[in-house]
């Protein structure tokens, strides 16, 4: 059929259209390789031919493509998953294509097969694609033993997204107790072991390092100096912001540092010796002791030069 003549827009050049169309479809025979491929199909199974050197061929050919040698006429079936070979992104599918949103076209190499099979992979996005993806066919639920039996292929599910949530009530001894009734009043108590000498906050009932009771109660002051550190990309109802730092922050007079949120500066200015101060939360929000280190929001620069520690 031809559409009548017309003027090109540019040039003034005559041009036509011509379109080639068989009305009722162009009819072929299969044989026995192909047609035994495409009645599997109808079937939902996938099946390759294997050569006289023994690959497997998928989709089969009725000839060994490196020899010339007929196939030997011995299917077996493959897949049905396979793994993405190379693959080129679809943005803005045509209308004859087989999907009618952005996918991939991929050489897909089934299990058990030697050789790669061109079919769309619906993947969603094209960040999604990768070489050595496991995807699996989506079968049509009326099939008429054509390779669109396959709507397409999909990639297995490796992830899954699980709530994961714990509830649990911690009562304080009394070591923690004491230590949560000073943050519960704006202030850090600590205990200072008679034997070493070495402070230690939180506030504890012996020394870990001479095992004898300490009895002596040091009241320390909320300014402080980063040990060490971690940027968190994961939110914390606690956490200021996300990408949030928790750190491990030496309280002046202390021996041990003790793990607290820091605020008040990008993630990523926060460093080693950096001096910090505690930012309390006003006294008539706070939770009364001894409940709760909420008390402290988190700690903030202090501007000071970085200690060396």
């Known amino acids: 059929m031809t559409v009548p003549s017309e003027a090109g827009p540019a040039t003034g050049e005559t041009v036509a259209d011509h379109v080639l169309e068989f009305p009722g479809g162009y009819t072929r025979t299969t044989g026995p390789v192909i047609g035994r491929f495409l009645t599997e199909l109808r079937d939902a199974r996938i099946v390759g031919v294997r050569t006289a050197g023994g690959r497997v061929l998928v989709p089969p050919l009725e000839h060994d493509p490196d020899t010339g040698e007929e196939v030997t006429g011995e299917f077996t079936e493959v897949g049905p998953a396979g793994t993405v070979e190379s693959w080129a992104w679809v943005q803005a ?56 039996d396959i709507e397409g292929f999909v990639p297995e599910v490796t992830r899954i997204v699980s709530p994961v949530r714990a509830d649990y009530r911690l009562r304080p001894g009394r070591a923690l107790a004491r230590f949560l009734e000073g943050v519960a009043d704006g202030v850090f108590l600590g205990c200072r072991c008679g034997s070493c000498g070495k402070v230690y906050v939180p506030y504890r009932l012996s020394c870990p390092e001479c095992g004898v009771p300490i009895t002596e109660e040091v009241r320390l002051p909320d300014t402080g100096t980063v040990t060490t550190f971690a940027i968190n990309n994961l939110p914390d109802p606690r956490a200021p912001e996300v990408p949030f730092v928790s750190a491990y922050i030496q309280l002046d007079g202390a021996d041990i540092p003790m793990i607290a949120l820091v605020g008040g500066v990008p993630a990523h200015e926060v460093r080693q010796g950096m001096r910090v101060r505690a930012v309390w939360v006003p006294p008539e929000e706070r939770v009364p002791a001894p409940h709760s280190m909420q008390n402290i929001r988190w700690f903030a620069p202090t501007g000071e030069p970085d200690a060396e520690l």
Do not use: Q
């Open 93 to 148: 599918p045509l209308p004859g294509h087989p999907l009618d949103r952005p996918f991939a076209w991929a050489l897909i190499r089934l299990d058990g097969a030697d050789t790669a099979l061109v079919h769309a992979v619906d993947a969603g996005d094209a960040r999604a694609m990768r070489p050595g993806l496991r995807v699996r066919p989506r079968w049509r639920a009326e099939r008429s033993g054509h390779i669109t």
